[in-house]
């Protein structure tokens, strides 16, 4: 997905203030359920919350006001109580390396208590965007 960087997404310096990275990842995160058919809401609704319990970032190079940042976002499920997304986000125009980050999550109840990760919905998570084979 792609971030366009406004003025309010710096610091004083013009350079994207760092810990907006984590609400870039959320985004991407959010966009990657949802071109695989799955909404937070609706997960809400029955019951599934993900908590994120890791996060990390590296940053590489600045980007500033005015870019156009694009996030590629991976994910492995391969465990059945967590699952990591994997961010890598570029300058869109140079393809330049901005920052490399992680999340991992848990599925819990809307009671905060840790929950499997049903196998029908590992499966929709592992699936390739709608419309893509």
Known sequence: MDIRIYYEDTDCGGVVYYANYLKYFERARTDYLERRGLSVAQLMKEGTVFMVVRAEVAYKSPARYGDTLNIETTLDASK??????????REKESGRVV??????LVPTGLDGKLKRLAAELKAALLAPPKGES
């Open 99 to 104: 920052v490399e980050g992680s999340a991992t």
């Open 80 to 89: 059945n109580a967590s699952f990591t997304f994997a961010h890598v986000v």
